[in-house]
């Protein structure tokens, strides 16, 4: 019986439902491993008949009963060479049919049985974009985005120089500045009602921990309202000028410079401030 060597493919990085291209044709090239392929369905059955079946449902959409189908290719045949490449096409099946959980748990199997394959770079990937797809909206929990950050970063810092790598360091930077998004939702709501530590605090982590996301200027404004609420004016005005400094254009220094002008003051930076302690640690 002639073999078929599986060329996993990574998921389409620009649009989401893109069939693994090394799967077309496969069905055809097995077709002819068996006579038992015509032969009527029995609990058990050939490996190729199985695993023909499940292309095919792949290749027909039918994602949810694919990956039932890789899942049976593994469990009636547990020893044979297409055991290892199910395990993985149904991880994938189970994206596809945005049975995430399943998913994640399929390819974690996949890793931990076969540490060593040439696919277990593309399982991780799978892993960190199930999580990445399950991300919701800033008001609601974010466990599920941190999950999607440490399994990107893992891409990332596991295999650099691989396309998966390439495509997770977008996927990074959208997260971080989605979780930095939370901490202002959070931070807006403290200051609205006068609890200005707790503000200041949200504020603080969107500065330390998300320094290159969009959020970051108007983090910086907030601090400036909130300092100057406590009648903190040296961090107020410290606060504006790091905005100042590093975006002069943006409104929200506009809005800060307005607001320091109105009580008297004008920005200033503080040497043993954190913010500017901070900034320096970055630049």
Same mark, same amino acid.
């Given at each position: 019986m002639p073999v078929w060597k599986v060329q996993m493919v990574p998921v389409d990085i620009i649009g989401k439902r893109v069939l693994l291209t090394a799967l077309l044709g496969a069905s055809l090239l097995m077709a002819g491993c068996s006579s038992d392929d015509a032969a009527p369905e029995y609990v058990e059955q050939p490996v190729q008949v199985l695993y023909n079946k499940a292309l095919a449902d792949l290749n027909s959409e039918n994602y949810l009963e694919a990956a039932r189908g890789f899942d049976e290719v593994e469990r009636q045949h547990p020893y044979s060479v297409w055991s290892t490449k199910a395990q993985l096409m149904s991880a994938f099946a189970y994206y596809q049919s945005n049975k995430y959980d399943q998913a994640i748990l399929a390819a974690d199997r996949f !890793?931990?049985?076969? =540490?060593g394959n040439k696919d277990v770079p593309y399982a991780h990937y799978l892993i960190a974009i199930s999580y990445y797809e399950q991300i919701s909206g800033v008001g609601r929990d974010q466990k599920v985005t941190r999950q999607a950050l440490e399994a990107l970063q893992r891409v990332v810092r596991r295999f650099p120089n691989t396309e998966y790598a390439r495509d997770a360091k977008l996927k990074i930077d959208l997260t971080r500045d989605h979780l930095a998004g939370k901490?202002?939702?959070i931070g807006r709501y403290y200051q609205k009602s006068d609890q200005y530590v $707790? $503000? !200041?605090?949200?504020?603080?982590?969107?500065i330390e921990r998300y320094q290159t &996301? &969009?959020?970051? =200027?108007? $983090?910086l404004h907030r601090l400036t309202e909130s300092y100057l609420a406590l009648g903190i004016e040296d961090e107020a005005k410290n606060a504006a000028a790091?905005?100042?400094y590093n975006f002069p254009g943006s409104e929200w220094y506009q809005d800060s410079y307005a607001l320091l002008d109105e009580n008297y003051l004008r920005p200033e930076i503080k040497e043993d401030?954190?913010?500017?302690?901070?900034?320096?640690s970055i630049f």
């Open positions: !890793i931990e049985l076969h =540490p901490e202002m939702e $707790a $503000a !200041i605090n949200r504020f603080r982590q969107v &996301t &969009t959020h970051v =200027p108007e $983090a790091v905005l100042g401030s954190w913010m500017t302690k901070v900034w320096k």
